[in-house]
């Protein structure tokens, strides 16, 4: 009997690394999402992953919330100056971590085998999988432009109006092994602080995920990452505008519906209690902001006791 979390990427990390410090690491699958990764210079980059690789390795670049603490752009200085573009700000240690992914990639691993050999590596005691070992792409529809997920969220810096999102090849992906059968045996599911439509709902997109989740008898436990109107980091509180649902703790419970049984929120958002639990879903309500592990911790404390 274990915990399942389904995660994207700063805001996940942030709560995970308070999560393995109360729960055996091994007791927990994370199931991370994999639309926003990207093909650069031959490399695959799994952004989200490495984000909590690194987060529960210790050696994440804390202010940026990405990346590895202390990195250096030598390289792409020199990608740079051969004429490439160097948009994705990728640094020379990261660099080395992608060269592995993709090599593993090419002798035949699966995305999951070599995370799992990068988690070990890395001494990461958690299991983290990605969502499924296919090709899922997350594409922003800014009205008449299609855009790759990592063009709009760092080429273009979030500016455009998301006004569809597509997750291509979901219809396809079967999950990645071992999830359905962890989600069957869970006794708690938790949904991490994450942008509901561009982190979370790629991996709710692959159709067995749902499914499964839907059957649990466990209960399923959210926390908001819409604090009072405004998301903690990221474009989620513009695209839920955009996208019909708004802004608010409200909002990102009426996104994930009757999935939910509990939902955490903070304590800015209390006129939302009783709106929220009218949809069937209980609330409590705390500090959510993660400024510490401490904080993290705590967090995750009340997260492990909500029903
Ligand atoms: N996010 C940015 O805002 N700008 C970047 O240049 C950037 C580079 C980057 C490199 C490696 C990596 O693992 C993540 C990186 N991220 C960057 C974060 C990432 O693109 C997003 O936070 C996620 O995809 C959304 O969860």
């Known amino acids: 009997m274990g915990v399942v979390a389904l995660a994207g990427g700063v805001g996940a990390a942030k709560f995970l690394r308070g999560l393995v410090r109360i729960i055996p690491p091994q007791n927990l699958l994370i199931v991370g999402n994999v639309g926003d990764d990207v093909e650069l210079y031959g490399l695959h980059i799994s952004p989200d992953l490495d984000i909590i690789m690194y987060t529960l390795a210790g050696i994440v670049d804390e202010e940026k919330g990405w990346g590895v603490a202390g990195d250096t752009f030598h390289c792409l200085e020199m990608l740079g100056r051969l004429g490439f573009e160097t948009w994705f700000n990728l640094g020379d240690r990261d660099l080395a971590i992608h060269i592995i992914r993709t090599k593993m990639l090419r002798e035949g691993y699966t995305l999951s085998q070599a995370t799992a050999q990068l988690c070990k590596m890395l001494g990461v005691k958690a299991k983290l999988m990605p969502m499924s070992d296919d090709k899922v792409r ?22 455009d109006t998301v006004t569809d999102v597509i997750f291509e090849g979901a219809k396809k992906a079967k999950p990645a092994p071992g999830i359905i059968e ?23 997109s692959i159709s067995a995920i749902r499914k499964a989740l839907e059957a649990s008898m466990a209960p399923i436990i ?24 708004e802004a608010s703790a409200y909002g990102v419970a009426k996104f994930y519906g009757k999935l939910l049984k509990h939902l955490i929120i903070d304590e800015v958002d209390i006129a939302h209690k009783k709106r929220i639990e009218n949809l069937g879903i209980k609330v409590t309500v705390t500090n959510t902001l993660m400024k510490n592990v401490e904080d993290a911790i705590r967090l995750a404390k009340i997260l492990m006791e909500a029903e």
């Open 182 to 204: 962890a989600i069957n045996m869970a006794e708690r599911i938790i949904i991490c602080p994450s942008n509901p439509l561009l982190s979370i709902a790629p991996i709710l």
């Open 138 to 159: 997350t594409k922003v529809q800014a009205g008449e432009l299609l855009l790759d997920f990592q063009e709009y969220f760092v080429k273009r810096g979030t500016m």
């Open 222 to 245: 959210g926390i908001s990452p819409i604090v009072g109107g405004k998301a903690l980091k990221g474009p989620a509180d513009r695209v839920m505008a955009s996208m019909g649902y």
